[in-house]
């Protein structure tokens, strides 16, 4: 059964930094694109990064400077290390495949931001 499970979120001033950690289970983590995303209050799902099997990255503009994605495979782990974190990042951070399955979405983990 596939499973993904988000942790390391977190309240924050603006500035401050938080890491993600996605925890897969259930596929062959190698052999997978993951990706990081998130939703805000009233707005609609948004990638936010992913990461190939390469290494290969991509990022929304949104976060382009701020925000690195990594991955473990030997620990079937992909994190979002988040710098510079603005009130505008508050959401709540999901991760899946990449592009995202619709049944596989976990509970995510809430980023709440203050100004």
């Known amino acids: 059964q596939v499973e993904f499970v988000e942790s390391g979120g977190g309240l924050v001033q603006a500035g401050g930094s938080l890491r993600l950690s996605c925890a897969a289970s259930g596929i062959t983590f190698s052999i997978n694109a993951i990706g990081w995303y998130r939703q805000a209050p009233g707005k609609q799902r948004e990638l936010v990064t992913a990461i190939r099997t390469s290494g290969l990255t991509n990022y929304a503009d949104s976060v382009k400077g701020r925000f690195t994605i990594s991955r473990e495979n030997a620990k079937n782990t992909v994190y979002l290390q988040m710098n510079s974190l603005k009130p505008e990042d508050t959401a709540v951070y999901y991760c899946?495949?990449?592009?995202?399955?619709?049944?596989?979405w976990g509970q995510g983990t809430q980023v709440t931001v203050s100004s």
């Open positions: 899946n495949f990449y592009p995202p399955k619709g049944s596989f």
